[in-house]
Structures are given as structure tokens and as C-alpha cells.
T-cell receptor
């Protein structure tokens, strides 16, 4: 299995507090992604990265920021958590090129509850 | 923007039977990739099957096969000889094709919840 881990796996926090979710991959993949999963919405892209210090917004980026200082780590930060950000967050990664390398490999997900 | 539509929120099938999950998509791209991912109760996202749009032959992986109709923008998943372990949420997803250094993401449908009963 691809080495992609997320931490924490579960977190409960209060409205207004900052939260950081971490994604760590050992595959030396160039591209990394953060999605959120909500009932009735499938998975929606929050932010993605196409290299160290290179990031861009997805369709639901409001209220989130990301950073990538090393190839292996991609951090998702909620500066001031709100109840609407209660969700399951998935990190994914993939390498460049073709022949199967367009397949995203996913982490196990992080369940965040904002009270 | 590409949209992916899964019109069946829930489906049920008996063990050993065959079931087909529907997926349609909207794009102006001529070349792209289509995927089916499975998400069992463990929540892990697992790739089931992948199709490249420039290939006319439908992809097959053991009991899983697709019916890819490019002109109709349809990409259905057929599961043969259904097993209890196939119970999961199934997501159809689309990715644009680009240069080898493109960071295109997956666009997902909302999912179909499949229940396999004994």
C-alpha cells in the first residue's frame, strides 16, 4: 500500500478554535489533495498542491488554508473552525506521468467535529 | 467545469446477482480518465476500475466491468456475482487528461450506496 497517513484521525473542537490536519506520504508523490466528504455531496476538493510551496484552491476553499514545505507533508488549517466545517477530511496523492500514475491514493480520513 | 452525476442514491442486490450502477458526466474535454472508487464502512477509498477515454475497449477487473459510452457521456459499473463484501458506497469520478506535470484533481459524483443482501 502507498504510504499515506493522516493525523489526527478523530478530533473534536469548539467553534472559533484553529485546527490543523496533517497528511504525510512516503511515495515521493508530487501532487497532493485535500477533500472533504459530507452526506449527499460526495467528495469535494478543498485545496491541492502541485509541488513544494505550490498550492491552489479547489471548489470549497473558503475558511481553509494549506501549506506544503516538504514533498511528503501537506497541512490543512482551519483558522477559526465553524460548525459547517464538521466533516470527514481525506488527503490524497499521486505521482506525475501516465500509465496508472493518474490514480489518486487516499489516506484513511480524519473525522472533525466542531461543536 | 466537469460535473459527474450518479442518479441512484441507493441500490440493493442479492448475493450472486448482477447489479449496474449508473454514472453520467458533462465535459467539453476530448481526452480524460474515468474512475470508480469503492468506500466500504471502514471509510477507506479503494480504486475499483479506471478507464481512459481514448480507449474504446471497456475496462474489466475480475467481477467489475464498465460500459463506457463516450458519445452519451455515460460510464456505468457492472458488478457480477455480487458478494457481501461489495456492500459499500461507490463513487464515479472524472479527471482531465493533461501534460505529465498537470496536477488535475478528481471530480466526484455524490455516490451510490450499494447493499448486498444474503
Amino acid at each position: 500500500d502507498a504510504g499515506i497517513t493522516q493525523s489526527p484521525r478523530h478530533k473534536v473542537t469548539e467553534t472559533g478554535t484553529p485546527v490543523t490536519l496533517r497528511c504525510h506520504q512516503t511515495e515521493n508523490h508530487r501532487y497532493m489533495y485535500w477533500y472533504r466528504q459530507d452526506p449527499g455531496h460526495g467528495l469535494r476538493l478543498i485545496h491541492y498542491s502541485y509541488g513544494v510551496k505550490d498550492t491552489d484552491k479547489g471548489e470549497v476553499s473558503d475558511g481553509y488554508s494549506v501549506s506544503r514545505s516538504k514533498t511528503e507533508d501537506f497541512l490543512l488549517t482551519l483558522e477559526s473552525a465553524t460548525s459547517s466545517q464538521t466533516s470527514v477530511y481525506f488527503c490524497a496523492s499521486r505521482g506525475p506521468g501516465d500509465s496508472g500514475a493518474n490514480v489518486l491514493t487516499f489516506g484513511a480520513g480524519s473525522r472533525l467535529t466542531v461543536l | 467545469a466537469q460535473t459527474v452525476t450518479q442518479s441512484q442514491p441507493e441500490m440493493s442486490v442479492q448475493e450472486a446477482e448482477t447489479v449496474t450502477l449508473s454514472c453520467t458526466y458533462d465535459t467539453s474535454e476530448s481526452n480524460y480518465y474515468l474512475f470508480w472508487y469503492k468506500q466500504p464502512p471502514s471509510r477507506q477509498m479503494i480504486l475499483v476500475i479506471r478507464q481512459e477515454a481514448y480507449k474504446q475497449q471497456n475496462a474489466t477487473e475480475n467481477r467489475f466491468s464498465v460500459n463506457f459510452q463516450k458519445a452519451a457521456k455515460s460510464f456505468s459499473l457492472k458488478i457480477s456475482d455480487s458478494q457481501l463484501g461489495d456492500t459499500a458506497m461507490y463513487f464515479c469520478a472524472f479527471m482531465k487528461h493533461g501534460p505529465s506535470n498537470s496536477g488535475y484533481a478528481l471530480n466526484f459524483g455524490k455516490g451510490t450506496s450499494l447493499l448486498v443482501t444474503p
